[in-house]
Every structure is written in C-alpha cells, then in structure tokens.
Antibody, heavy 120, light 110 residues
Framework: QVQLQESGPGLVKPSQPLSLTCTVS??????????WSWVRQPAGKGLEWIGRIYTRGSTNYNPSLKSRVTISLDTSKNQFSLKLSSVTAADTAVYYC????????????WGQGTPVTVSS | QSALTQPASVSGSPGQSITISCSGTSSDVGAYKYVSWYQQHPGKAPKVMIY???NRPSGVSNRFSGSKSGNTASLTITGLQAEDEADYYC??????????FGTGTKVTVL
C-alpha cells in the first residue's frame, strides 16, 4: 500500500521561501509509471493544483504559480519536494502531496496534508 | 488557467439522486477523456470517485456515476446516503499538460 507523508515548517515568514518534502513509502518513486504532484487548499476554499514532476525529472506547473514554484525529486530518499519562493499570506493553505497515475491521470494516493501559515 | 465551474451547493434527501455539473472549456473538459471527480470529507484528503469521465475505481460504490457532454462533465449520486455528505471537486487534464480543479460543490443530505 502506497503512503505519502508531507513534512516541513508550519510557519513561514512573508517573502521567504516555503519548502516541503513528501516521503513515499510502499513503492518506488522511480517506477516510471507515475507523476508526483502537489496540491494546496486554503482554509474553507477549493483545491488548487500546484504542479507535478515525472520520474525522469520533467515538470509541469500551474501557470499562475510557475514563476515561483520548483518541484524536485530525490530518488535516493524516495522523496519529492516543493519550493515556493517569495510567499505572501495568500499562500497560507493546507499542502497535499499526491501520486498522479500516468495513464489514467488521476491523483490516486494522497498524503494527509500539512498546514502552512505565512505570517511574520 | 481558470478553475472549472461547479455549483456551490447541492442538496437532496436520503434515497434521492443528485447531479453536480462541471463546466470547462475546449482546452480542458472538452479536450480529453481525463475528467475525474474527488470526494473530500472535512479535515481529510480528497479521494478519487470517478476517472476518465465515467469509470469507478475499485471499491467505489456504483451509486456514483459520471458523464460528459461537450465542455461540461457531470457527477450523479443515486440513492443518496448520509455518508455522501462531503465536498466534491471535478478535475481535468488540460491542453497545456497541466491539471485544473473545479470550484467545488458542497453536498448536503437533508
């Protein structure tokens, strides 16, 4: 059974970078069949897709966040990471990592989510 | 990219059927079969209920069904049950190789 777990600071100061890591267990992040995605959800609001990375390293990002987002892989640790630069209060949200099944294009496994607050 | 448009709320009595619409464009919903639906209970991660417009993952009740016509997709829940009360989001792959979610619909079981 694949499991994903987000980790990282719960509080980030405005204008600083937000960095989160997703640790994958129960399967290899290097399998070649999947993309690895980040999704966020401000309190009381809807889901927003941030971006994804393929096993071979190619990435796709939400155009509205593209200038500030970097998603990377660490296959040695079976992890992938999100970096969002120059954060503001609008980036306060619960951040989820998820597995994106490559053929069906569905987010089939999700982490539990980690809340991040941007505040001084 | 703009979020797909869903009604903010839909309600129904136990046993009834409800339908949630998801309106997009020819660059997302209308472009591919890759429309999926997610159920989210409060404080929980979303769970996929429908993929490729109308397919159900193993373990999802056959009370859930999906369809698409042009740029609009729909999720229908038949035999509404108390456990179906949740938020529902549609999602589509786009012609820019990105993903977009719907605005979300709160389903209330009266």
């Amino acid at each position: 059974q694949v499991q994903l777990q987000e980790s990282g600071p719960g509080l980030v100061k405005p204008s600083q970078p937000l960095s989160l890591t997703c640790t994958v267990s129960g399967g290899s992040i290097n399998s070649g069949l999947y993309y690895w995605s980040w999704v966020r959800q401000p309190a009381g609001k809807g889901l927003e897709w941030i971006g994804r990375i393929y096993t071979r390293g190619s990435t796709n990002y939400n155009p509205s966040l593209k200038s500030r987002v970097t998603i990377s892989l660490d296959t040695s640790k079976n992890q992938f990471s999100l970096k969002l630069s120059s954060v503001t209060a609008a980036d306060t949200a619960v951040y989820y990592c998820a597995r994106d099944e490559g053929d069906l294009l569905i987010l089939d496994y999700w982490g539990q989510g980690t809340p991040v607050t941007v505040s001084s | 990219q703009s979020a797909l448009t869903q009604p903010a709320s839909v309600s129904g009595s136990p046993g009834q059927s409800i339908t949630i619409s998801c309106s997009g464009t020819s660059s997302d919903v209308g472009a591919y079969k890759y429309v999926s639906w997610y159920q989210q209970h409060p404080g929980k991660a979303p769970k996929v209920m429908i993929y490729e417009v109308s397919n159900r993952p193993s373990g999802v009740s056959n009370r859930f069904s999906g369809s698409k016509s042009g740029n609009t997709a729909s999720l229908t829940i038949t035999g509404l049950q108390a456990e179906d009360e949740a938020d529902y989001y549609c999602s589509s792959y786009t012609t820019s190789s990105t993903r977009v979610f719907g605005t979300g619909t709160k389903v209330t079981v009266l």
